[in-house]
């Protein structure tokens, strides 16, 4: 064996002994660094980042920002359910620490690659260091071919588009010999859409309305939370007391019949008695003038109203009168009627009085001689 291939066997072998003494196993050559690679130079750092999927991403492949090859992807492994990878950086690349990784493809057939960018949704923040996470909330990917041609094959065989010949056919058949129906309705769709634009401001106006309105019941929240927190139990109330609820009405109804058959039978009677009292109300009727002369006297008593000018002349008036102070006309003016009838009458006649000449129910076959009980005045102590 020539020396040169003894040395090529010996490396080699070195190679193989290097990395099973490593613990990483042999996985392939994209296992090993390979010369000439970004990210192995003076002042290179380590990266991870999360991303959700690699698809046939291998070790040793190319990180680029902005289209230039920056770094190198060292590792790949499985954490949890997404992807960890290891990334090396030149030292001069500079990041911000809230930077995207995607998974990034050159061109239609190239390579796959790892793509870092600045955030485009957020203001960069710090700047990622050795060691720094580009975590999976950051993480995005670009189509692959694959993907764009299995889209494009479900679109043209599976989507709509060999369905738009059918469509059309179908339109047309549906719309032949009713053109004119078609004219009239494109017509009442444009003249409704007219009155619609027309109605804008009411449309506004009435949504406002609405708003105002739900707003109300917004600012209400808790007498609302509350009612609906009540009307369950009040509705079990009510189911409860169904039973008595049904009797109750029942009864109501019962009533309602008995009270229209009360009317039913009463109303002959009801209606004669309102016949008799018609004379009633218009003898009432008749003597209201002299009724109304007669109210005259009680503000000016004992003097009539009306002839207050023939007494009084001046600023004097003369007045006759003559005051039966006797037992008997007391008796016959205050206590006629009263359990006192005819005491002060019988006084007087125990004291020898004359009594006078006005006619008297003690009388004439009255208290004193128990004439006529019909014409003997009532007394509130008889029968005791």
């Given at each position: 064996m020539r020396p040169a291939s003894r040395a090529g066997l010996a490396i080699v072998i070195a190679t193989l002994l290097m990395a099973t003494l490593s613990g990483?196993?042999?996985?392939?050559?994209?296992?090993?660094p390979m010369p000439g690679t970004e990210g192995r130079g003076p002042g290179s750092y380590t990266v991870y980042a999360q991303l959700p999927d690699v698809n046939n991403l291998q070790p040793n492949s190319r990180v680029?920002?902005?289209?230039?090859?920056?770094?190198?992807?060292?590792?790949?492994?499985?954490?949890?359910?997404?992807?960890?990878?290891?990334?090396?950086?030149?030292?001069?690349?500079?990041?911000?620490a809230n930077a995207t990784a995607g998974l990034g493809q050159t061109s239609l057939l190239g390579s796959l690659h790892i793509e870092l960018a600045p955030p485009k949704d957020e203001a960069p923040q710090g700047r990622l260091r050795d060691g720094g996470i580009i975590p999976l909330a950051s993480?995005?990917?670009?189509?692959?071919?694959?993907?764009?041609?299995?889209?494009?094959?479900?679109?043209?065989?599976?989507?709509?588009?060999?369905?738009?010949?059918?469509?059309?056919?179908a339109f047309a058949t549906a719309v032949n010999g009713r053109e004119q129906d078609l004219r009239s309705l494109i017509a009442r769709l444009d003249t409704f859409m007219s009155d619609t634009n027309k109605q804008t401001d009411d449309i506004i106006g009435a949504t406002d309305n609405f708003n105002n309105l739900v707003d109300k019941f917004a600012t209400q929240k808790d007498v609302v939370d509350t009612a609906l927190r009540t009307i369950p139990d009040a509705l079990t109330v009510l189911k409860d007391e169904r039973e008595k609820l049904t009797e109750l009405?029942?009864?109501?109804?019962?009533?309602?019949?008995?009270?229209?058959?009360?009317?039913?039978?009463?109303?002959?009677?009801?209606?004669?008695?309102?016949?008799?009292?018609?004379?009633?109300?218009?003898?009432?009727?008749?003597a209201g003038p002299a009724l109304?002369?007669?109210?005259?006297?009680?503000?000016?008593y004992p003097f009539f109203l009306d002839t207050v000018p023939n007494f009084f002349r001046g600023d004097a008036a003369n007045l006759t009168?003559?005051?039966?102070?006797?037992?008997?006309?007391?008796?016959?003016?205050?206590f006629t009627g009263t359990?006192?009838?005819?005491?002060?009458?019988?006084?007087?006649?125990?004291?020898?009085?004359?009594?006078?000449?006005?006619?008297?129910?003690?009388?004439?076959?009255?208290?004193?001689?128990?004439?006529?009980p019909l014409t003997v005045p009532y007394r509130t102590d008889q029968g005791a």
């Open positions: 990483c196993g042999w996985r392939g050559l994209n296992t090993l680029r920002v902005g289209d230039v090859t920056v770094g190198t992807v060292t590792r790949i492994e499985r954490q949890d359910w997404h992807a960890l990878l290891t990334i090396r950086l030149n030292g001069d690349v500079q990041l911000p993480a995005a990917s670009y189509p692959t071919t694959d993907q764009t041609l299995a889209a494009v094959s479900t679109f043209l065989n599976g989507g709509g588009i060999r369905h738009v010949e059918e469509i059309t056919k009405a029942d009864q109501l109804s019962k009533f309602g019949e008995s009270w229209s058959n009360s009317i039913g039978r009463t109303r002959e009677t009801l209606v004669a008695e309102l016949n008799d009292l018609a004379p009633v109300a218009e003898s009432l009727a008749n109304l002369r007669s109210l005259h006297l009680f503000p000016s009168a003559i005051i039966d102070l006797t037992l008997s006309r007391l008796d016959a003016s205050f359990k006192w009838e005819c005491d002060l009458t019988e006084l007087e006649l125990q004291w020898g009085r004359t009594i006078g000449q006005f006619p008297s129910p003690c009388l004439n076959g009255g208290h004193f001689n128990q004439g006529n």
